[in-house]
């Protein structure tokens, strides 16, 4: 018996010392979209290291206690999948590099919404995004915002947590462009712009290349141009490790917006004269104004704006991991575990009155004018 045991416990260690070395040239990650542990081998180049994900926590950009779960049916937030901002290669838009995994939302808090990257592919799979589709607010009867936005690993890559995309776009090119972002009526409440602001995130106005383009005479400086004189850039803390609550309020005397962010547990945030601002009353912007006609042959018409998205704004999260070029990136980042939360929203003012809308509708204070001082 020796002589036959002693080659099979021989034969068992090899075994065990060969399965000892494939563990060891394997790197653990944690895939989202499969939602279980997922082994990678190192050992195909490159091109298949840089697919490989570092174990991170998609739980660690909601609040202490709470954790990243799938998003229910009647949570208002939606995914996109498609923007022209995730269309690379001159293309309108379409969804090439849209990630096939789902936003998520913290546990216990329907107002909330996660946007992240998984790390996979992200050079290729590098955008994600939700917006809140069936409430869009009345920039009419808007008074403020609240929420809380934690963002963590997203430095380099161009992501805007929370803002307002004008439900309104003009049709064709007028006076020479056509979107008139510092005009239209959008305002990245946060975004993270890496080709302009590095590592920190700004409150972005953009610019107005095509100017006053409204169908009546040109209102001149109360436009405050150039717009992107506006933007403001907050240093209290970088995108690899952001926590704080955002305010957003309408000044109901000027029409103008203004933003402030704080500490979490804080807000909401007090809005001074150092705030960021919108630079001109709300009801300036294209949304409400519409343009002139378009240059090209026979002129679409963009005026009147309808009355059923005249003024409104819709909610968008977004990460756009795009090639160096597109935008804001300054690449497509491989490896990408960037990840962010909005929590804790509330709308006063603006929004219809569903039971979808009532998950981020706060009620109207009664009687607030604003910071008319400001």
């Not at 992240?116 to 915002?145: H, Q, W």
């Not at 603006?350 to 009664?366: D, E, F, Y």
């Amino acid at each position: 018996m020796a002589s036959v045991t002693m080659p099979l416990v021989g034969a068992i260690v090899t075994l065990l010392t060969f399965a000892a070395m494939i563990r060891t040239s394997r790197t653990l990650y944690h895939s989202m979209d499969a939602n279980e542990v997922t082994f990678a081998s190192t050992s195909r180049g490159k091109e298949e290291r840089s697919r490989i994900v570092k174990p991170f926590n998609l739980d660690d950009v909601c609040p202490d206690g709470s954790a990243a779960v799938e998003l229910p049916a009647s949570s208002p937030w939606r995914r996109k999948t498609k923007h022209p901002s995730c269309a690379p290669g001159g293309q309108k838009e379409h969804n090439e590099r849209f990630v096939s995994y789902l936003p998520q939302m913290c546990k216990g808090d329907e107002s909330s919404v996660v946007i992240y990257l998984n790390g996979e592919n992200t050079e290729n799979k590098g955008c994600m995004a939700a917006s809140v589709p069936d409430c869009k607010i009345d920039m009419v009867s808007f008074e403020r915002l609240e929420a809380d936005v934690r963002m963590k690993d997203c430095v380099d890559i161009w992501a805007a947590p929370l803002w307002q995309k004008p439900v309104f776009k003009a049709k064709g090119m007028v006076n020479g462009v056509y979107y008139n972002q510092g005009l239209s009526g959008e305002y990245d409440y946060l975004e993270i712009c890496p080709s302009a602001n590095g590592t920190y995130p700004a409150t972005n106005v953009g610019t107005a290349g095509g100017g006053w383009r409204g169908p009546t005479a040109d209102p001149g400086e109360a436009l405050g141009l150039p717009r992107e004189k506006w933007d403001k850039h907050w240093t209290t803390e970088n995108n690899d490790d952001f926590a704080q609550h955002v305010t957003v309020l309408k000044n109901l005397t000027t029409g103008e917006l203004w933003v402030q962010i704080c500490a979490l547990g804080t807000g909401p945030c007090q809005i001074t004269p150092e705030s960021a601002r919108y630079g001109t009353d709300i009801r300036l912007s294209e949304i409400f104004t519409g343009t002139k006609d378009s240059d090209s042959p026979g002129g679409e018409n963009n005026h009147p704006v309808p009355s059923d998205v005249k003024g409104k704004v819709e909610l968008i999260s977004d990460i756009w991991n795009m090639p160096r070029g597109e935008g804001c990136s300054v690449d497509a980042k491989p490896g990408a575990t960037c990840r962010m939360s909005v929590s804790n929203l509330k709308v006063t003012g603006g929004l219809p009155n569903s039971p979808t809308c009532s998950k981020i509708m706060s009620a109207p204070r009664g009687g607030e004018v604003g910071h008319s001082e400001l």
